[in-house]
């Protein structure tokens, strides 16, 4: 009979968390397509990297969708069966609060430990791989990209190019181009062609403009420089493929414990918590699912998400305050985890003592 309902317990929570995690999942990547798209039309990335970049965002997502979505899942699967006297039946029967834990760590322990993966190693390296997209968007950005009739920027001295025409070649018509040279100096350039030019230094590319005339001066003044030119190139360095030191978030675990100072050790303690309040999240939507027969399907889902919400921004506040110095290292995040879970096994132990005594 136990193991009947086990299995039955166990559908009705993986279904209700597979459900949940799409619908989060969705909202988020709906958000970050927008973002991408905007990206993809501004130049900031090419158009065969926006389907890469999207996801490796759902990779990243999943760090933070699995535990909400499990402990959604369990209080809204649970409160249905209490809604519907299916789990007051079966504590008639001798199922108790804490039964409930074993069909439970069926999914519970296989999520903990994914998320675990998630949080330590690949989540690390999706991050990793979509700077290296965006770096490469940056080095390859060329005549290519820029829209016909649209001001794009160009290397990364940020020269705004505009073209009137691309022509198939790849080669524009009609092209006005504008830099700062520095101590307040201003290039402006106009041509009636201009194509792009590869050069021995792979770092460095020419755009060479044809048949135009070139202004150089201060803005305000009255020296300016005027200059007419059959063909003009300007050099321009492409961005670099060496990304700049990585942010603690971007850092694999192993560097991250070799770093040694706060913020390193702050982050360090975050990616162990996440697969650590998965656990506590499952455990202690257990005690907060119970409802009277009858009673709304989700009466009790707006205190499960005030406690998620408590405990999620008690867990970004600690981390804050490691990085300051204001907590010691060694207790890190673990106070927050510590008094969630007391929390979790003192209703699961007040809940537990109701049933033993209507039973005796």
């Known amino acids: 009979m136990r193991r009947i309902l086990d299995r039955?317990?166990?559908?009705?929570?993986?279904?209700?968390?597979?459900?949940?995690?799409?619908?989060?999942?969705?909202?988020?990547?709906?958000?970050?397509?927008?973002?991408?798209?905007?990206?993809?039309?501004?130049?900031?990335?090419?158009?065969?990297?926006?389907?890469?970049?999207?996801?490796?965002?759902?990779?990243q997502y999943l760090t933070i969708v699995v535990p909400i979505s499990l402990f959604l899942a369990v209080m809204m699967a649970l409160g249905r069966l209490y809604r519907d006297s299916e789990l007051p039946a079966m504590m008639a029967c001798r199922v108790g609060p804490a039964d409930i834990y074993r069909p439970l760590m069926w999914l519970l322990v296989p999520l903990a430990v994914g998320v675990a993966w998630l949080s330590l190693d690949l989540g690390p390296r999706?991050?990793?791989?979509?700077?290296?997209?965006?770096?490469?968007?940056?080095?390859?950005?060329?005549?290519?990209?820029?829209?016909?009739?649209?001001?794009?920027?160009?290397?990364?001295?940020?020269?705004v190019v505009y073209g009137e025409r691309i022509l198939p070649d790849g080669s524009m018509e009609n092209v006005f181009l504008q830099r700062r040279?520095?101590?307040?100096?201003?290039?402006?350039?106009?041509?009636?062609?201009?194509?792009?030019?590869?050069?021995?230094?792979?770092?460095?590319?020419?755009?060479?403009?044809?048949?135009?005339?070139?202004?150089?001066?201060?803005?305000?003044?009255?020296?300016?420089?005027?200059?007419?030119?059959a063909e003009h190139g300007i050099p321009y360095?492409?961005?670099?493929?060496?990304?700049?030191?990585?942010?603690?978030r971007a850092m694999s675990f192993f560097k991250?414990?070799?770093?040694?100072?706060?913020?390193h050790v702050a982050e360090m303690h975050w990616r162990i918590g996440v697969p650590l309040a998965t656990l506590i999240l499952g455990i202690l939507a257990v005690p907060l699912s119970k409802t009277q027969p009858r009673a709304g399907r989700?009466?009790?889902?707006?205190?499960?998400?005030?406690?998620?919400?408590?405990?999620?921004?008690?867990?970004?506040?600690?981390?804050?305050?490691?990085?300051?110095?204001?907590?010691?290292?060694?207790?890190?995040?673990?106070?927050?985890?510590?008094?969630?879970?007391?929390?979790?096994?003192?209703?699961?132990?007040?809940?537990n003592s109701v049933h033993k005594r209507l039973l005796s």
């Not at 991250?256 to 913020?263: D, K, N, R, V, Y």
């Open 8 to 59: 039955y317990i166990f559908r009705e929570i993986a279904s209700t968390w597979l459900g949940v995690t799409m619908v989060l999942l969705l909202i988020l990547l709906t958000n970050q397509f927008a973002r991408v798209l905007g990206d993809v039309a501004k130049g900031r990335l090419p158009k065969g990297a926006a389907m890469d970049v999207i996801a490796l965002s759902g990779v």
């Open 237 to 248: 360095r492409l961005p670099s493929l060496d990304p700049p030191d990585p942010t603690p």
């Open 256 to 263: 991250l414990m070799q770093a040694g100072e706060l913020e």
């Open 126 to 159: 999706t991050l990793q791989a979509v700077d290296r997209i965006g770096a490469e968007a940056r080095r390859e950005a060329d005549l290519g990209s820029i829209e016909p009739g649209q001001f794009t920027e160009v290397g990364p001295d940020t020269a």
């Open 298 to 351: 989700y009466g009790r889902l707006a205190i499960g998400l005030l406690v998620f919400i408590i405990y999620l921004n008690m867990l970004s506040a600690a981390k804050a305050w490691v990085e300051q110095g204001s907590v010691s290292p060694i207790l890190g995040l673990w106070w927050v985890h510590g008094a969630v879970l007391l929390l979790a096994l003192g209703m699961l132990g007040v809940q």
């Open 181 to 229: 040279l520095g101590n307040g100096v201003v290039e402006v350039v106009v041509a009636q062609r201009g194509e792009q030019v590869e050069s021995d230094n792979p770092d460095v590319r020419f755009l060479v403009l044809k048949d135009g005339r070139r202004y150089e001066g201060v803005p305000g003044t009255s020296q300016f420089r005027v200059v007419e030119f």
